[in-house]
């Protein structure tokens, strides 16, 4: 499956999502591609790391940075691969725009903030203008998934809730109640390529929480 973690603003934890994504699919057997798009290059430094520590199982990964490289590229190593986990610069870009248009489906991380909210509205348009190119091109419509990153710990958090309300205006955007609580475990494990699958006890809230999002990201495949 060709998975991009996507969204117009940066720090919503994109690069983070993208290495327990892609270590937790490779835990389970899959030959994995991270394709980095993005400058700053934070998922394929992640993944360096791993392949530095010999960790297993290994990773693949590749960086591209110039959309019509990134487009091609991707395009046919995806046949390579079970699955291509694309993580793609936090703006406007043509490498956003070509992963969109290659993706299966795009995971969009926000936090429950109002700057993140507020981005949601560009991103929300860009995707409207992808669907209608797919369209148009006979191809499927891209699948949305949305869901808070970063968010309040306690299912009572006022912010999170009022996050997931706004995107009652983006009804291009599917809400999925599958968040990622704000814990330091999804950050310190994917700075050694790792997911938390790989260095939290198998209990952990962390674990069941990326246990959830796979789940609806990947629906059983
Ligand atoms: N679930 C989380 N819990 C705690 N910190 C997080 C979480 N997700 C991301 N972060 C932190 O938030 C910041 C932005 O994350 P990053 O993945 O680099 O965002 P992006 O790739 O969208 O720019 C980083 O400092 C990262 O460590
Ligand atoms: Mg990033």
């Known amino acids: 499956m060709l998975v991009l973690i996507g969204n117009t603003k940066g720090g919503v934890g994109k690069s983070v999502e993208t290495i327990q994504i892609a270590a937790a699919r490779a835990l389970q057997g899959r030959n994995v591609l991270v394709a980095d798009g993005d400058r ?4 394929s430094k992640a ?9 297993a199982p290994s990773i693949a990964c590749v960086h591209f940075t110039k959309g019509t490289e990134y487009h ?8 390579l691969y079970d699955d291509v986990i694309m993580d793609c610069g936090g703006h406007d870009s043509q490498t956003l725009r070509y992963a969109l248009g290659l993706a299966d489906v795009v995971v969009v991380p926000y936090q429950p903030r109002p700057f993140d909210t507020w981005a949601l509205e560009q991103l929300s348009e860009l995707i409207d203008e992808v669907q209608a190119a797919r369209l148009d091109a006979g191809r499927p419509p891209l699948r949305v998934i949305c869901h808070l990153n970063s968010a309040d710990p306690g299912i009572n958090s006022q912010d999170n809730i009022d996050a997931e309300k706004v995107l009652v205006h983006f009804p291009q955007l599917t809400f999925v109640k599958s968040a990622l609580v704000r814990r330091k475990a999804f950050p310190l494990s ?14 952990d809230k962390s674990c069941d929480e990326l246990k959830r999002l796979l789940k609806h990201i990947f629906q059983g495949e």
Do not use: D, L, N, W
């Open 72 to 79: 091609t590229q991707i395009r046919h190593q995806a046949k």
């Open 40 to 43: 700053q290059g934070t998922s």
């Open 190 to 203: 994917a700075a050694q390529g790792m997911c938390v699958f790989e260095t939290m006890p198998a209990g």
């Open 47 to 55: 993944i360096g790391v791993r392949m530095s520590a010999e960790i």
